[in-house]
């Protein structure tokens, strides 16, 4: 993508998430704002939740300055990734897709073309703001569903959330946290873990399709590879694209899928 092309789609996603309410902000005004809207200490209220186990403050938690940034960078890469792929009329599935916020710019940005957008998370609260959004955005080319990573997929109703071309996963998948959680507890054990939850999450993809894990701390996945490849699951790349000031790298793992 030329440069004049980079920044016309720079400006699209701005816009697009100042008109959801997502405006670039610091952790002292995520912080107050997050108390304004839920009349609740933001200590007391982080020790009892995950940001992302309530739906109604989840956007808000986007805007802070490293969410924020990171979200447009993600969206940039997969707009590039989708424009490069060689099957014209995908169908692409957002796996843990929260209030939709990705999929919602995607589809939005492919308004007139044929691919059909799918999102699914386990929170029927995030399902339900998804939906919502799409409406408010008279998007007709994207669908949601209410699923689990690792429980519905020989669930005969999630059949519509299953072969798909292309699934990206941006963060859902608790790959980071499960690390952090994990510091004593083998290597070995956390590969395994690891390996497993993306497998699962891939085994929606066709054969021939692609996956995105993204919103991946490391660059490495060298030890993941031999249990992966177990499951028809084929490394292709891993891109960095994003940096936070403090140094932390945020990558795309692309994998093929053949079975
Ligand atoms: C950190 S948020 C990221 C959401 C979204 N992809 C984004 O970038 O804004 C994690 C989301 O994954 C969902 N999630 C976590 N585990 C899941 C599972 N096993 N199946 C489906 N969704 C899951 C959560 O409900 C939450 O909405």
Redesign the pocket.
Known sequence: MNNENNNILDQRIREYLAQNGIAELSREEVKNKIECLSGMDFLELKNRF????L?DF?EIG?SGRDNYNY?IA?LKWMVNFIDSYPIGDCSIL??????G??LCFLAGHYKDRDKIFKG????EG?IFLAKEKAKRLSLKNVEFYV??????IVNPDSSEICSVDVLY??????LPEMRAENKTEAVEEIDRVQAS?IAN?LSRVKSGGTGII??VYTGKVDSLLPRLENRGIVYVRGEKIFNTPLGLEYFNQVFEIHR
């Open positions: 995950q940001v992302h186990e739906p989840y986007q979200r993600f957002d796996s843990g897709c929260a209030t916020l990705d699914y998370d386990k929170q995030m699923s689990d990573h690792d429980l519905d996963n941006n963060n859902s998948l608790g939850r999450v993204g919103g």
